[in-house]
Nanobody, 111 residues
Framework: QVRVVESGGGLVQPGGSLRLSCAAS????????MDWYRQAPGKQRELVAT???????KYADSVKGRFTISRDNAQNTMFLQMNSLKPEDTAVYYC?????WGQGTQVTVSS
């Protein structure tokens, strides 16, 4: 069974950058599409970006052109490079794979 653990969150000023990582266990990691979700206080969890097993990507309109999702199947790791961060990007970011969720990592964008 796949398990996922996120890391890389933190406090950053508006306009700054962060890189999130999602480490997955399980020998068939490379077969699954994977996603980044986020949940801001008082709001529903929303899909941020998806990457298929073949590397195709899809983004929420709110992050297009600023965020980049990628994966390294050899290292069983997925990434989310976040640039030009805005206060409205503040949320807990979750890694998701085949129904499995990580514990989340907090991203706070504030001056």
């Amino acid at each position: 069974q796949v398990r996922v653990v996120e890391s890389g969150g933190g406090l950053v000023q508006p306009g700054g950058s962060l890189r999130l990582s999602c480490a997955a266990s399980g020998r068939i990691f490379s077969f699954y599409a994977m996603d980044w979700y986020r949940q801001a206080p008082g709001k529903q969890r929303e899909l941020v970006a998806t990457i298929t097993s073949g590397g195709s990507t899809k983004y929420a309109d709110s992050v297009k052109g600023r965020f980049t999702i990628s994966r390294d199947n050899a290292q069983n790791t997925m990434f989310l490079q976040m640039n030009s961060l805005k206060p409205e990007d503040t949320a807990v970011y979750y890694c998701h794979c085949n129904g499995i969720w990580g514990q989340g990592t907090q991203v706070t964008v504030s001056s």
